[in-house]
T-cell receptor, first 110, second 115 residues
Framework: EDQVTQSPEALRLQEGESSSLNCSYT??????LFWYRQDPGKGPEFLFT???AGEEKEKERLKATLTKKESFLHITAPKPEDSATYLC???????????FGAGTTVTVRA | DAGVTQSPTHLIKTRGQQVTLRCSPK?????VSWYQQALGQGPQFIFQ???????QRGNFPDRFSGHQFPNYSSELNVNALLLGDSALYLC??????????????FGPGTRLTVT
C-alpha cells in the first residue's frame, strides 16, 4: 500500500526565515506527486505536480523538488500569508486516486 | 471561470440518518472524486466517478454510495450515519482521460457533524 509521510508535523517561522518541508513516499510506479495548500476549514488548493526525479517547479516564494524517494517544498523568505497546512499526495501509475500525507502546518509570525 | 462548488456548506445529522452531499465540477472537467478528511488528517479517497460510472473505490463501506449525472455533477450518499462519519467531505474534479495524470481541483467542502 502507498505510504506518504510528511515532516515536520508543525513548523513555526519568523517572517523572512526560509525553511523546507519534507514528503517521503513509498509507491509502486509513481505517476505524479502533488503539493496542495489548505487553509483552515477550506478545501485544498493545488500548487504543483512533479512527475520525475530531478524535476523542480516554482511559484512565488515556493519551490518544489522531487527525488526517487522524497519531495521537498522550500519556502523562501515566508510572509504571514504563507501560513497554512501543506499537503503532499502521490498517484500510482495504475490508479486514479490521490494518497495524501497528514500535512505540515506552517505558521509564519510577523 | 467557475471552480468546484459543493452544497451544503455545513450539515448536522443524527446517528442512523442518511445524508446526500452535492458537487458541481470545474468548468471543462468530466471526472469527480470524493474524499473524507478527519480533523488533523489528510484527505482519504472514497471513490471516483467518470462517464457516470464508479471507476475506482477506496476502503469505505457500502454505506457510502454515489452518482454522477450527465452534466458531470455528482452526489455522495451516506446511509446509517455513525459518529465516526463526522468529517469534512471534499469533492475534487479533473479531466478523466485514462492513463494520464491530471491535477485534481478541490471544492470548499461540506462539514458533516453526526450527533
Amino acid at each position: 500500500e502507498d505510504q506518504v509521510t510528511q515532516s515536520p508535523e508543525a513548523l513555526r517561522l519568523q517572517e523572512g526565515e526560509s525553511s523546507s518541508l519534507n514528503c517521503s513516499y513509498t509507491v509502486s510506479g509513481l505517476r505524479g506527486l502533488f503539493w496542495y495548500r489548505q487553509d483552515p476549514g477550506k478545501g485544498p488548493e493545488f500548487l504543483f505536480t512533479l512527475y520525475s526525479a530531478g524535476e523542480e517547479k516554482e511559484k512565488e516564494r515556493l519551490k518544489a523538488t522531487l527525488t526517487k524517494k522524497e519531495s521537498f517544498l522550500h519556502i523562501t523568505a515566508p510572509k504571514p500569508e504563507d501560513s497554512a497546512t501543506y499537503l503532499c499526495a502521490v498517484q500510482r501509475g495504475s490508479d486514479y486516486k490521490l494518497s495524501f500525507g497528514a500535512g505540515t502546518t506552517v505558521t509564519v509570525r510577523a | 471561470d467557475a471552480g468546484v462548488t459543493q452544497s451544503p456548506t455545513h450539515l448536522i445529522k443524527t446517528r442512523g440518518q442518511q445524508v446526500t452531499l452535492r458537487c458541481s465540477p470545474k468548468s471543462g472537467h468530466d471526472t469527480v472524486s470524493w474524499y473524507q478528511q478527519a480533523l488533523g488528517q489528510g484527505p482519504q479517497f472514497i471513490f471516483q466517478y467518470y462517464e457516470e460510472e464508479e471507476r475506482q473505490r477506496g476502503n469505505f463501506p457500502d454505506r457510502f454510495s454515489g452518482h454522477q449525472f450527465p452534466n458531470y455533477s455528482s452526489e455522495l450518499n451516506v446511509n446509517a450515519l455513525l459518529l465516526g462519519d463526522s468529517a469534512l467531505y471534499l469533492c475534487a474534479s479533473s479531466l478523466g482521460l485514462a492513463g494520464v495524470s491530471y491535477e485534481q481541483y478541490f471544492g470548499p467542502g461540506t462539514r458533516l457533524t453526526v450527533t
